[in-house]
Every structure is written in C-alpha cells, then in structure tokens.
C-alpha cells in the first residue's frame, strides 16, 4: 500500500461546479497537510496548509482533514475554468522534512 | 516574498554530458532544500534533502555519485547530474524551508532535463 493514495482522475466538470478532491493516507504520524496546484510544466503552487484535524477555508478553497479516517479533501466552489490543473496532496510528520506526494488529480473546468 | 527560483529552466544534453541545476531562494534564506523529480504523469518523488554547510541526505535507491548536490549557502543548492543518460531525463523540481517558518514548503518552477 503506498503511503498516499489519490485517484488520478482526470475529472472534468462545468464552470460553476464544487469540485471534491481527495486523498488517503496510511501513515498516522502525518500532522501536516498541504493541497498544491500544478499547471503543465510548472512547479507546484501552495494552495492550502492544514496542521492536524479540521477545516480550513480560504476564498473559493476548503481544506478539510480527518485523521481518524486518514482522509483529507479539497474543495472548490465555483469552479473556473482557470483552476483547470493537477492538484496535489501533500503531507509531512514533522515540520521541515520532505513531503510525501499523491499522485495528482487533473481536473478541467470547462467554460 | 517566499521565491524558489531554478535555472536552466529546461536543458537538452547528449547522453554521457553532466548537467547543473541551481536551485535559489530570492528573498529568504533556507536551511533545507529538497530535490524531487517528478516523471511524466507520476508524484514528485523526494531524491535528497540538502543541509547548508552538510553533506545531503539521500533516498533510497538514489545514486550519490550520479547526482551529486551542494548547498554552498543559506540561498543556493545545486544538483549536478553526472553522466547523464536518457532515463535520468525527468522534470527536477527543488523546494526550500525557510528558516524561521519551518512548516511551509516552497517550490520553485522546475527544470526540464532532456538526455538525447
């Protein structure tokens, strides 16, 4: 079982749509939980940063982690046709070491 | 603030030539980089941490003597692929913690290494 699992889509939804990205993990030492954006040929972008359990909402993004179920979420409301990426999860155990990565889910908005 | 630059930003080289990428944080200093590489439709895999002033720290299955990393100062990392043949071609991706907020990642834009 690899330690974080993402469906790699790729998703296409509507301009307008809640878009709901996910990810599992395996490993419960995780504590820091990051969502990237990442267009073609670009390096990933910070989108979200949760630490630990709960809910996070910034514009348009809500991040929310559930360490329970080793399960984290990302959702778009009002979906552009610019968010149109891969978006990646990414999650740590300790602040200043290297991420573990999921694979990356490609979602298209379209107008 | 928070700017990871990388150069070249994309390089086409025989295969046998070696290869540097300069990984730079512009407005901060960083006292761990990191060098992912990230091939076609895959994660960015973690290849080795990099410590100012210290020898990295490299994963498994990771060459040391292929990928030889040096991080000079508080704002420059480099990775020299050595010998570099076509299934090192690969996206190379670093990222930087700052030093005084050691929770946040920051990533630079990427280089394109292409070994013909």
């Keep these: 079982q690899k330690e974080v699992e993402q469906d790699p889509g790729p998703l296409s939804v509507p301009e307008g749509a809640i878009v709901s990205l996910n990810c599992t993990y395996s490993n419960s030492a995780f504590q820091y939980f990051m969502w990237y954006r990442q267009y073609s040929r670009k390096g990933p972008e910070l989108l979200m940063y949760t630490y630990s359990s709960g809910n996070k909402e910034d514009g348009r993004f809500t991040a929310q982690v559930d360490k329970s179920s080793k399960y984290i979420s990302l959702f778009i409301r009002d979906s552009q046709p610019s968010d149109s990426a891969t978006y990646l999860c990414a999650m740590s155990g300790q602040a200043g070491t290297a991420l573990i990565f999921g694979k990356g889910t490609t979602l298209s908005v379209s107008s | ?116």
């Design chain 2, 1 to 116: 603030g928070a700017v990871v630059s990388q150069h070249p930003s994309w390089v086409i080289c025989k295969s046998g030539t070696s290869v540097k990428i300069e990984c730079r944080s512009l407005d901060f200093q960083a006292t761990t980089m990191f060098w992912y590489r990230q091939f076609p439709k895959q994660s960015l895999m973690l290849m080795a941490t990099s410590n100012e002033g210290s020898k990295a720290t490299y994963e498994q299955g990771v060459e040391k003597d292929k990928f030889l990393i040096n991080h000079a100062s508080l704002t420059l990392s480099t990775l020299t692929v050595t010998s570099a043949h076509p299934e090192d071609s690969s996206f190379y991706i670093c990222s930087a913690i700052s030093s005084g907020r050691a929770d946040e990642q920051f990533f630079g834009p990427g280089t394109r290494l292409t070994v013909l």
